[in-house]
């Protein structure tokens, strides 16, 4: 399909800011007194013009009563949402390193696949609809050489995802399947620099026949230079015709996991220090027809058993990310899945009606839990052991499709009743997630997704201190303030901090939040929505201002928050307190939106000694815009700093546009 439909015909999509009709509850500030709405500036021209009368401004403050907690902090509240959209896996964090490794039948062209030819040599690429390595692969790309020698051979190349990275001393491991009409020809395999055409690493595999067959090979580099204008090349030194598919090759990956993720990546999320990841979307569970859905039988097993389906945001998956593989993501980062299960509605405004024609959906969510959670004595935890992960995963929550208001034949109330009904009696101690309020029942959470401006996000910064809490448990499944593209600037950032607040102070009710979408391919046409967490190339990746916010505010979470009251601050400057009883430690977070420094005098309540020096982390910058990006992938980030500490009463100046965190012992 044409790039070009990628932003021209997917926005079936939300707008840019995004609310639900809970947002027009959205109440005024009440934790934050109304002089705070004065900006610092008009503070002190008011003082100045107060004093003479013996009138005196109040400093700004910030009084805490360690001793009386208000809430429970979720210890579930910051997590990770994944999905299939702007190369998240094929192309990001799913280290497979050819690009549309499995031929598609609906190609209208072999784009990633040209022909290779040298000098005389001549060979011919096309997609051979008669003969594949398995029934759901029963395609695959015929190369027809007519004319090569070993000094000129010919054959087909891959251009990756935009590039290959290359690197020192570096072993990639590789595999194919393969069949001839020329048994014994044998396949030279390199990785080859696009400007150079010298190879950084070669192999040869022989013994092919005229049946398929799975091959595999190593590429070993030696003291080459990082690049990622690369390619890979499949050749053969004589006339014969050669027919491949699930040509493959991955780097080395995190944990050294066979077939797994990009290591720079996972390093990045492991520091977010996530407790669930929300998968497998989004649109991406959808689909835009029932048969693109995310059906995980379909992404299960040897990749030969993957037929591979169209994603919603209009390229085609490899589903070499599938179910496992979601499993596995966690396992490493010791995170559970929030399991979202094909619920029976696709973005097309395709649904199924609840009753029988819903039934073998609900059996397949059923099948879906037992495959994650099942004993080997199951039929799907068997099946869970023969792909090679014979432990079950441990498994606490199951939503019930994805953002189902946009459901207009309002099927939802029904069909979220008949997979509660079909779970709950089977799995007490799963909690299920509905996506959008229904009325015939209370569901256990609820999911409510927020993408804002950051005036917006500012300005919601109190939503939820006044939620009722004898209703669900609320998941803030997906939000993000998108100001930056690709990835969110400072201005972002900051606003997302304030609403962060107001997450944290209520988190006895918020049970877990997780900012969407994660990953971003900054390449050209990589990107279908902006703004995005983390960004990449082949090569590297690097965190948004608003990815520092989240690794800062999950890497100081509390367990409980204690009663703050800020005072005399300016708009735009945002707290919340929280305490780890256990470790005897309070994490104060104070967000400053202004361009002005913001000095608060801390009155620290009912904690006895308070240690010094304290330790403060903060993120700022000279300007909202100011942000980071693949050239620059530093020039925001967080900068910690040791601070003396009087006593339980003591001033702090925060510095202008900056998020901070004050950790202190008590
Ligand atoms: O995060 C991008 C998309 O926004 C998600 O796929 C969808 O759930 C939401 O509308």
């Known amino acids: 399909m044409p790039l070009q439909f990628v932003f021209f015909f997917r926005p079936l999509k939300p707008p840019a800011e995004k609310t639900f009709s809970t947002l027009s509850n959205t109440r005024a500030a009440h934790y934050h007194g109304v002089a705070m709405k004065t900006p610092t500036s008009v503070v002190a021209v008011l003082a100045a013009l107060l004093l003479p009368l013996g009138v005196a401004a109040q400093a700004p403050s910030l009084a805490i009563h360690v001793d009386h907690p208000t809430a429970k902090v979720s210890p579930t509240l910051y997590g990770l949402m994944t999905e299939e959209i702007n190369y998240s896996y094929d192309g990001g964090i799913y280290a497979e390193l050819v690009h549309d490794r499995v031929v598609d039948s609906s190609w209208d062209g072999l784009s990633h696949w040209p022909s290779v030819t ?36 010919a054959g087909v190349e891959n251009d990756g995802y935009w590039g290959i990275p290359v690197r020192p001393n570096t072993t990639y491991s590789g595999s194919f399947y393969a069949k001839t009409d020329t048994a014994g020809v044998p396949v030279t395999i390199g990785l080859v620099n696009d400007q150079t055409g010298v190879a950084a690493a070669e192999a040869t595999v022989t013994g092919l026949t005229a049946g398929w067959k799975q091959y595999t090979y190593t590429l070993k580099t030696a003291a080459v230079p990082v690049t990622s204008n690369n390619h890979l090349i499949l050749t053969i030194p004589r006339p014969a015709t050669v027919w491949f598919d699930l040509v493959s090759l991955f780097p080395p990956t ?11 990546i996972m390093e990045k999320l492991a520091a977010m220090h996530p407790k669930f990841l929300r998968l497998p979307g989004g649109n991406y ?3 835009e027809h029932i048969p693109d859905r995310f059906d995980w039988k379909k992404t299960i097993g040897p990749w030969l058993d993957r037929p591979t389906h169209m994603s919603p945001w209009r390229y085609r ?24 299960v094909y619920a029976g509605y696709s973005l097309a405004q395709q649904h199924v009606d609840p009753g029988p024609a819903l039934e073998p959906y609900v059996q397949d969510a059923l099948d879906e839990i037992e495959y994650v959670t ?26 019930v499709g994805n953002e189902d208001e946009f459901d207009r034949s309002g099927s939802y109330d029904g069909r979220y009743a008949q ?18 309020p229904i009325k015939s029942m209370t569901p256990d959470v609820l999911d409510e997704h927020f993408y ?61 939040e997780s900012y969407a979408p994660l990953f971003v391919n900054v390449n050209p046409g990589g990107m279908q929505w902006p703004s995005d967490l983390i960004g990449y190339n082949a090569l590297s990746s690097y965190g948004s201002p608003s990815y520092w916010v989240q690794v800062m505010f999950s890497g100081h979470l509390g367990t409980e928050v204690v009663s703050s009251t800020l005072a005399n601050a300016a708009t735009r400057v945002y707290e919340s307190v929280t305490r780890d009883e256990k470790q005897r430690k309070l994490f104060i977070k104070v967000v400053n939106g202004t361009s002005d420094a913001q000095p608060l005098s801390i009155d620290i309540q009912g904690a006895g000694k308070i240690s010094s020096p304290a330790k403060l982390v903060t993120l700022s910058g000279k300007t909202p815009n100011a942000t980071n990006s693949i050239a620059n ?5 967080p900068v910690e700093s040791s601070i003396a500490v009087a006593g339980p009463k003591f001033k702090q100046t925060f510095a202008p546009y900056s998020i901070n965190v004050l950790e202190l012992s008590y």
């Open 118 to 153: 040298r000098g005389n040599s001549i060979a011919a690429v096309s997609v051979d609809l008669s003969t594949g390595p398995s029934a759901a692969i029963p395609r695959s790309l015929k190369v027809s050489v007519t004319s090569a020698t070993k000094a000129v051979p």
């Open 254 to 264: 995190y944990r050294g996991r066979k077939d797994g993720n990009r290591i720079d």
């Open 285 to 287: 569970l959808e689909g």
């Open 317 to 340: 998956s490899s589903d070499g990310m599938g179910l496992l593989e979601y499993l596995q993501w966690c396992e490493d980062l010791n995170m559970e899945p929030v399991l979202a």
């Open 374 to 399: 099942g004993s080997t004595e199951t039929r799907w935890g068997a099946e869970r052991a023969k792909d090679g992960h014979p432990a079950p995963f441990p498994l606490h929550y199951i939503e």
């Open 419 to 436: 997979f509660y009904k079909a779970i709950k009696p089977r799995y007490s101690n799963l909690q299920i997630i509905a996506t959008t």
């Open 452 to 512: 804002m401006t950051a005036e917006k996000s500012f300005s919601m910064a109190n939503h939820y201190d006044t939620q009722d809490r004898g209703g669900p448990k609320i998941f803030v499944g997906e939000w993000a303030t998108r100001e930056g593209d690709p990835t969110p600037n400072l201005q972002a950032a900051l606003a997302d901090a304030a609403w962060l607040t107001g997450l944290e102070r209520n988190s006895d009710v918020i049970v877990m």
């Open 633 to 637: 992938p530093n020039a925001l980030a």
